[in-house]
């Protein structure tokens, strides 16, 4: 299933179809104020994934203090970074989410085992929820809008909050069995999903057995498992969620899209994200393997997979089409407005 085949509506917290029509771009969802949050044990699972890597960087900072941070723990943080982003970026997002290229099968094992140890949650579950994102982008229905509460000073910056961070505490359950049926059916993608509490646990062992390896000490393995391993996840969770929340309210919009569809292009987030904060390009057209589709936008995410395809690794690529980007042109670049 591709985004463009629209799938139908969640069975969890939909609001009538006329609700969805009759939505007006600038009002608050319906039933907005009365989202319940999640409760027990998930919330504190939830709590510790977001808060634990942030809290790392004040221990980071207080070990470095009158000596800096080892060059070593810098290029590993690099290093893991670049791996497990682009494992979302490429694998989860444009692979199997959008079915932007087809991959070998050990690379599309790969890549979603890379995308699963950036603590984002399983393969199967992200994808569900970027569909259902795609399918009712910035209206009733979509799980991590900007605009869910209105377009008032007040409540876009509630929706921000909601866009970054909130939804992930909300209880949204998104139905895999609707959204992702494709990876349900898919017996490698299944065992990735599975296998996602050990992926996350190797993605905080590596840095440390690399640390240790390298400086040979214990502080050396440390502090690599600070900075690369859980101020990596960090950054990259934030950068993620910026995506989410930066990328709906601030930025250009040069590309048409959908009816109250405000996604848009924020270029000092174009490098962290590898590609995917020119947003508006993305969703104007959301299966593209390219998401910089303007002159001089720089995509690594999109480099990688031409890196693959000329390895054999890739095939099918979807590559940008010049006539159907001067269609999709909007004209002079403009900020995003408040409503549609």
């Not at 998930?42 to 809290?55: E, K």
């Not at 723990?73 to 982003?85: C, E, H, K, N, P």
């Not at 959008?98 to 199967?124: C, E």
């Not at 292009?265 to 390219?290: K, V």
Request: net charge positive; charged share 15%; with cysteine.
């Amino acid at each position: 299933m591709t985004i463009d085949q629209q799938p139908q509506q969640p069975q969890q917290s939909q609001q009538p179809m006329k609700d969805r029509l009759d939505y007006d771009g600038v009002s608050p969802f319906p039933g907005a104020q009365q989202h319940p949050a999640i409760g027990g044990a998930q919330i504190w699972l939830t709590a510790t994934i977001v808060i634990l890597p942030f809290l790392a960087l004040g221990v980071a900072i207080v070990l470095a203090w009158g000596q800096g941070v080892a060059l070593t723990d810098l290029l590993l943080a690099a290093v893991f970074y670049m791996v497990t982003g682009l494992g979302v970026t490429v694998g989860f997002h444009r692979l199997l989410t959008h079915g932007s290229f087809t991959a070998s099968p050990w690379l599309r094992v790969a890549l979603a085992g890379a995308g699963s140890m950036g603590f984002q949650g399983n393969v199967i579950d992200w994808v569900a929820v970027h569909r259902r994102h795609h399918a009712f982008t910035d209206r009733p229905g979509d799980p991590h809008s900007p605009y869910r509460y209105g377009t008032g000073l007040r409540g876009q910056l509630r929706g921000l909050a909601h866009a970054h961070l909130g939804w992930l505490f909300a209880d949204d359950v998104t139905p895999v069995e609707r959204y992702a049926p494709d990876l349900l059916a898919d017996p490698a993608m299944t065992r990735v999903a599975r296998a996602f509490p050990a992926l996350c646990a190797l993605s905080l062992v590596l840095p440390f057995l690399a640390g240790w390896a390298i400086t040979g000490t214990l502080y050396g393995a440390l502090t690599a498992f600070l900075w690369a391993g859980l101020i990596r996840i960090a950054l990259l969770q934030h950068v993620t969620w910026s995506v989410n929340s930066l990328c709906h309210v601030i930025g250009d919009r040069p590309f048409k899209t959908r009816r109250h569809d405000r996604a848009t292009n924020l270029w000092p987030l174009a490098l962290p994200s590898f590609g995917e904060s020119w947003h508006n390009g993305h969703h104007s057209q959301p299966t593209c393997a390219r998401h910089g589709i303007g002159r001089g936008q720089i995509d690594p995410s999109a480099a990688v997979i031409r890196l693959f395809e000329r390895l054999g690794w890739a095939s099918d690529v979807r590559w940008p089409d010049p006539e159907r980007i001067q269609r999709l042109r909007t004209g002079p670049l403009s900020p995003a407005p408040a409503g549609d």
